[in-house]
């Protein structure tokens, strides 16, 4: 029988490993269905402040592996010389035309959900932006026509209020 190497490793070492190898990482957070109201599961990235001159970014509801695709094609557009807009709708990162947006995190909209990242940098001053993705008819959480069942799964703690509706 083959044995492998001992792949227990700290926290910081699997996040320091994953930026030195792919220039950023990724924290999932399952989500905690004990909290009132429910708190959805979320991931975010690590890095891309330091090594992209850009916000780490969240994005809530979807699963790990998918979040990973879609921080990733992100993190694309940044090694690409591509400066996604924040705090404003856009088209082009998602398949057939439908928007999404960067929207920034402020400090109070935080909490504790970015530990990782604040332990990461040293600091809970963290340049955060969340991505908000459109339910499957091409609406975002804002929007009237919302899927109400996404609303738990994707909670907005950026900052929207700039948008038009």
Do not use: C
């Amino acid at each position: 029988m083959t044995e492998f190497g001992d792949f227990s490793m700290e926290h910081r070492d699997k996040i320091a490993w994953m930026i030195e190898t792919n220039g950023w990482a990724i924290e999932p957070v399952q989500p905690d269905p004990t909290t009132t109201p429910p708190t959805a599961g979320y991931a975010y990235t690590i890095g891309l402040t330091t090594n992209f001159g850009f916000a780490d970014v969240v994005v809530f509801g979807l699963t790990p592996v998918a979040s990973r695709g879609l921080l990733g094609e992100v993190v694309g557009l940044l090694r690409g010389g591509v400066t996604p807009p924040v705090g404003e709708l856009f088209v082009g990162l998602l398949d057939n035309d439908l928007r999404s947006a960067l929207l920034p995190v402020p400090p109070e909209r935080r909490g504790d959900l970015f530990a990782t990242a604040g332990n990461w940098y040293g600091t809970d001053d963290l340049e955060l932006v969340q991505l908000v993705w459109p339910d499957r008819n091409g609406w975002l959480p804002w929007e009237s026509g919302f899927d109400h069942k996404l609303v738990f799964a994707q909670p907005v703690i950026g900052e929207f209020s700039a948008l038009d509706d």
